[in-house]
């Protein structure tokens, strides 16, 4: 049916209201450049490649709990258990490969299934029960913190293991005395899995179905989209995260830790909230999250190049940074109420 | 023609009270249908249960002769039932196009092909009349725009059962034409449609046959031919239907004495929103505000209220220049403002009945010196029975109410700080006839007891009933105020209107 031109395409341009969601992303990115070139511009060495390079091995644990936390605050949601899963992770890759002598790739396997295993059961508890996500994953928090310390209170090492010697073997792009640089295994997967997660979440039907979960549960339900699966599917991504961040942490360190990476999640939830990610849901990016990442790392490298500042100060720049990008956020949203209106 | 959905004996409970009671309803393919009934009637939850948001508490459907279970809206989908409900469902952080699609996106393997996707949905609008950026996020859209997309989203899914609840609500008139030309298009390919509209001149327009509905019980199915205006609303009220007239008495009766304005806007106004205009309130004074969607009559009623800050010009309220004019110093003076979307300005769901309606007193009052019990429970019950709230329970969460009683325990909160200056936005839209008789004959005895009272409505015969002035807008400007009885008609108001469009 060709029926009389019913509605002009408003005059105003729709062109503003596109890109305004890239601002606070653009802004990120800057961000990262200007810590750059002013670390080069200040300390020798800082242009060296492999200073760049260092994040990717550094971070690699965070920016995989920080992708699966993207997938959960894009749907509205909030996971506070991943530090303690990944402690826990990594923990457990120790007891059953050293005490309990499972062989290092089942027990990999054994991990990454229980930590996907636990998201898909707090997931299930958040949507079925309509628990507050906060309250759900706190749950996990202190449980996994328990049970970790439950199986060593002490450092728990697994050099003798040959099998984790594999994360650190490293590949190097170019001589690395002249100028190249190298990168371990481990710093591939984390990458991997940056790509995966923007993939599934710009191309698939599940990582739309998030955007739609945290843009409006309501009316994603009464569009007929799988809102049960999305939300619980979002946790499992998370707590898979949350265990391959355990065993990365493993093949980094060859060691386990029963009070490694607390606060992780915290540091997680900054990063995408940084990266532009709105904690409301609905709106952010992946690799928004890779950028507040590597702005946490950066800050780290600078602290540690400046060598008489106390690395706290790394963490009260992070708190500065956080509370400009929420206010940021406010007023991005607030204008587009405005121009609606 | 066959019968595509036959319910039979539905009844629904919530928390204690029936929704429905034993309805049967049928639905023959090809057909528009209109289920009509005051708020309350139970026309919503019917319609949920087709849909597979709410299970039945007992009856069976059947579709296609079939009986069904739906579990879920996603459920009654796939069986082929959609549905467009009166408040946008869709989601606005994403683009038009995907959500055109959400769901049926088409796919490269597990890859959405977001290039096909948008050809699609440009194909699909462009079928309907609406021309917009497919690839914008559908927040950049107005309700109205956002609305179409909505019902073109339910239009391309292969549905045998399409349900519109309330879509026109929100459109302007030449949406509603072309959404009426939509449906017949439709019904002719065989799409059987239950609409739902207070709109009784599109019900006639289009439905095809009309179920009557009334405090949860069917009252009775016929075909529009054999149903007249006055038998429908005499059957949807279940009185006699004399009340509107009524209402039209009080008003003429009644008129101004006192000329010194209680509200006087001098080239009040605010860049992007309302051009500067002047505006004066007398006392005891209806105003009436008319003019399309979008021409300024929300914007300037909430410049008056305080809602919004003027940039320019003075606004004088009793004599006295008012500065800092914000909703609190507003409610203070005795301004009361009714927002036009009481889900999200005005009510608190989860609050009961009661807590609701002394919010505004308490406020008023401050923190420390809060209303005795014995003295709020009276209060309470004696404005549920002024303002006819159903169920008369004072305890009841306002969010289960239906939408004509939610707007009279929002109207009722600001009754009770006795302002003088009452304004109300769209109050009766989307409400039902009764429930707008209702309001309507209470804003007409509080201004013949002294209250002045700014009305805003896009219904003109509603303003034209009701006012002692109207003031005239058009493209966030206000161009004329009829003053004389003789040039407050539907058909004035009109040609003011259009003869400020020139070119168009």
Same mark, same amino acid.
């Given at each position: ?341 | ?215 949860? &019980? $069917?009252?009775?199915?016929? !075909?529009? *031919? %054999?149903? =007249?205006?006055?038998?429908?609303? /005499?059957?949807? #009220? ?63 009623? &909430? $410049?008056?209220?305080?809602? !919004?800050? *003027? %940039?320019? =010009?003075?606004?004088?309220?009793? /004599?006295?220049? #008012? ?69 008369? !329970? ?9 939408? /004509? ?100």
């Amino acid at each position: 049916m060709s029926t009389v031109q019913l509605t002009e395409r408003p005059a105003r341009s729709t062109l503003f209201d596109g890109l305004s969601r890239y601002l606070p992303i653009s802004v990120t990115v800057a961000l990262l450049v200007a810590l750059y070139l002013g670390g080069v511009a200040n300390y020798p060495n800082f242009g060296n490649s492999q200073v760049v390079a260092k994040l990717f091995i550094d971070n690699a644990p965070l920016l995989v709990i920080a992708v699966g936390m993207t997938f959960v605050i894009l749907s509205g949601g909030i996971d506070l258990s991943v530090g303690s899963v990944m402690a826990f992770s990594t923990m457990a890759c120790a007891w059953l490969t050293v005490d309990a002598g499972i062989a290092a790739p089942v027990a990999l396997v054994l991990v990454l299934a229980f930590g996907t295993g636990w998201g898909l059961f707090i997931g299930a508890v958040i949507h079925r029960f309509e628990v507050q996500p906060f309250i759900a994953t706190l749950v996990g928090l202190f449980l996994f913190r328990g049970l970790t310390l439950q199986i060593s209170d002490t450092d728990v090492s697994m050099r003798e293991i040959g099998f984790f010697q594999w994360g650190m073997t490293h590949v190097d792009f170019g001589n690395v005395r002249e100028g190249g640089f190298w990168l371990p295994y481990l710093s591939f997967v984390a990458i991997a899995v940056v790509i995966i997660a923007f993939a599934v979440l710009h191309y698939t039907r599940f990582g739309r179905s998030v955007y739609a979960v945290g843009g409006s549960e309501s009316s994603a339900l009464l569009m007929g989209l799988a809102v049960a699966r999305t939300k619980i599917g979002v946790y499992a991504v998370s707590g898979f995260c949350a265990a391959l961040a355990g065993v990365l942490a493993a093949f980094a360190t060859k060691s386990a830790n029963p009070l490694a990476n607390v606060g992780a999640e915290l540091d997680a939830i900054a990063a995408v909230v940084i990266g532009g990610t709105l904690l409301t849901g609905g709106a952010g990016f992946v690799l928004g999250t890779l950028a507040g990442v590597l702005v946490w790392g950066l800050l780290n490298t600078l602290i540690a190049f400046q060598g008489n500042l106390s690395s706290w100060w790394a963490r009260i720049a992070m708190g500065v940074l956080l509370l400009a990008f929420i206010l940021l956020q406010r007023v991005l949203a607030r204008s587009g109420e405005k121009r609606r209106a | 023609m066959p019968d595509i959905v036959q319910m039979t004996g539905i009844r629904k409970d919530f928390t204690g009270v029936r929704a429905l009671d034993g309805v049967d309803f049928t639905l023959k393919a090809g057909e528009i249908h209109a289920v009509m009934g005051e708020n309350g009637a139970g026309k919503s939850t019917l319609i949920k249960v087709l849909t597979g948001v709410h299970a039945p508490d007992a009856g069976r459907i059947l579709l296609d002769g079939r009986p069904v279970r739906f579990h879920s809206p996603a459920g009654a989908q796939a069986a082929g039932i959609s549905t467009v409900y009166q408040e946008v469902n869709l989601t606005d952080n994403l683009s038009v196009a995907e959500n055109l699609f959400a769901g049926r996106e088409p796919r490269l393997g597990p890859f959405i092909n977001f290039r096909a996707m948008r050809r699609k949905a440009k194909a699909l609008l462009d079928d309907i009349g609406i021309d917009l950026n497919v690839a914008a996020p559908l927040s950049s859209y107005s309700i109205a725009m956002q609305q179409l997309v909505a019902i073109s989203r339910a239009v391309d899914i292969k549905a045998k059962v399409l349900i519109l609840d309330e879509p026109t609500s929100s459109l302007d008139r030449d949406e509603v034409a072309v959404l009426l030309g939509v449906m017949r298009r439709l019904a002719a390919e065989g799409v059987a449609m239950v609409f739902i509209s207070h709109f009784l001149d599109q019900v006639y327009e289009i439905a095809d046959r009309m179920t009557v509905l009334r405090n949860g &019980r $069917l009252i009775g199915s016929w !075909d529009t *031919a %054999d149903l =007249g205006e006055n038998a429908l609303i /005499g059957h949807m #009220l279940g009185r006699e239907a004399a009340e509107l007239e009524q209402i039209e008495r009080v008003a003429a009766a009644h008129h101004v004495e006192d000329e010194t304005p209680l509200a006087e806007a001098k080239g009040l106004g605010r860049k992007g929103s309302i051009a500067p205009f002047d505006l004066a309130i007398r006392r005891g004074e209806v105003v009436g505000l008319a003019g399309l969607l979008g021409s300024g009559r929300t914007e300037t009623a &909430r $410049l008056l209220a305080g809602a !919004d800050r *003027a %940039d320019a =010009g003075t606004l004088e309220f009793d /004599g006295k220049r #008012l500065t800092g004019h914000n909703p609190r110093t507003a409610a203070a003076r005795g301004i009361a403002f009714c927002p036009e979307n009481r889900k999200t300005e005005g009510l608190v769901g989860d609050l009961t009945v009661g807590e609701n309606m002394i919010l505004a007193m308490q406020a008023a009052r401050g923190w420390a010196r809060s209303v005795p019990p014995a003295r709020r429970e009276r209060l309470v019950a004696e404005f549920i029975a002024k303002l006819g709230i159903r169920p008369a !329970d004072p305890d009841m969460p306002v969010k289960n109410l239906s939408g /004509g009683n939610q707007q009279k325990v929002l109207l009722a909160r600001w009754l009770l700080i006795e302002p003088r200056l009452l304004i109300l936005d769209e109050p009766t839209r989307g409400i039902d006839v009764g429930a707008k008789a209702d309001i309507q004959r209470l804003v007409a005895e509080l201004s013949a007891e002294g209250m002045s009272v700014l009305f805003v409505s896009a219904e003109l015969d509603e303003v034209t009933r009701l006012s002692d002035r109207i003031a005239v807008l058009r493209d966030r400007e206000l161009i004329d105020v009829l003053e004389t009885e003789s040039e407050r008609t539907h058909e004035r108001i009109v040609d003011t209107i259009v003869a400020r469009g020139g070119h168009e």
